[in-house]
């Protein structure tokens, strides 16, 4: 294949994963009104991990992973995919799928204190754009007109912040660990951690819970995030990782929160407002100052 081929197959997968992942998030919202958080999670999870062990297989790539590769399956199994899958659908349950995405999608804001702690080198800009995307986590709370007494409403998006660290996490680990196998290669077993890990939580902590199968919007939600979403975007997203330059594949991702908003106003009727906007644009602003500050 041609580079010039290549690079718009790439182009053309970025715009995949930008679609798969930004309609996630009303589809959650959806699916959630036929199941409970976790149970929905541990569900999605489960047929994600069936079908990244297919779409390995297939690529006949599918092998036992040896222990150098463990830790990182643990650690993106645990936070990345555990944690993020939990968090964003308690979150969601609560806070409005377009509002989430933008609260969720701060990993990067997560990565500069993260990576300072570790003894990373971080640049003014980067500083700069984690505080530009923390103002804009303000305004999208709005403060003056939250109601700080309702815990419910406090826990939705300290869950959702919550995601976006548990994110972080995995990505610090993911750039020190020292690759064997390739991401994808591994998908299979992080999704199988995954999937062992929110059973349990599910009933442990939602032991009244449920996933209503007789309802349609149960089958679509799942369907949509365990073998689009889940899988089949991941995969994408590791070929536009190695097609095209760092920086130009991560603004690209920045469509993700964009694309949440405006498919939950066309497919769950959430409204726009002016605190949104802005708090959107702060957020997505601070975020790419960061990823520019990290090429250079």
């Known amino acids: 294949m041609s580079h010039a081929r290549r690079s718009r197959v790439a182009w053309l997968q970025l715009g995949l994963v930008v679609v798969l992942f930004g309609l996630a998030w009303p589809v959650i919202r959806i699916g959630l009104s036929a199941g409970t958080p976790l149970w929905l999670a541990a569900a999605r999870a489960t047929l994600s991990a069936a079908t990244a062990f297919v779409l390995v297989a297939a690529l006949k ?10 830790p990182i399956i643990l650690s993106v199994g645990a936070f990345q995919l555990t ?25 990067m804001l997560w990565m500069v204190p993260l990576s300072w702690m570790v003894g990373e080198k971080v640049g003014r800009r980067g500083f700069l754009g984690a505080a530009l995307g923390v103002a804009g986590i303000v305004v999208l709370v709005e403060p003056l007109r939250f109601d700080w007494a309702d815990r419910t409403v406090l826990l939705g998006h300290a869950w959702l912040l919550a995601a976006g660290f548990t994110w972080a996490l995995a990505i610090l680990h993911a750039r020190r660990h020292s690759w064997r196998m390739s991401p994808l290669d591994v998908l299979p077993w992080q999704m199988g951690v995954a999937t062992v890990l929110l059973w349990l939580l599910a009933f442990t902590l939602e032991p009244a819970g449920r996933l209503d199968f007789g309802q349609p919007a149960l089958w679509a939600s799942l369907l949509y995030l365990g073998v689009l ?64 500050d990290r090429k250079n």
Do not use: H, K
């Open 61 to 70: 790539r599918l092998a036992w992973p040896g222990r150098a590769d463990w």
């Open 83 to 107: 944690c993020f899958f939990a968090f964003a659908n308690l979150g969601v349950q609560i806070v409005p799928p377009g509002r989430s995405s933008v609260l969720a999608y701060t990993t």
């Open 229 to 292: 979403a889940g899988p089949t975007a991941t995969w994408a997203a590791v070929s536009v990782a190695r097609a095209l330059p760092p920086v130009t594949g991560s603004l690209g991702m920045l469509g993700v929160p964009l694309l949440g908003i405006a498919s939950s106003v066309v497919l769950v009727g959430e409204p726009i407002t002016w605190l949104l906007a802005i708090g959107t644009a702060l957020v997505i602003a601070g975020i790419a100052i960061v990823i520019l």
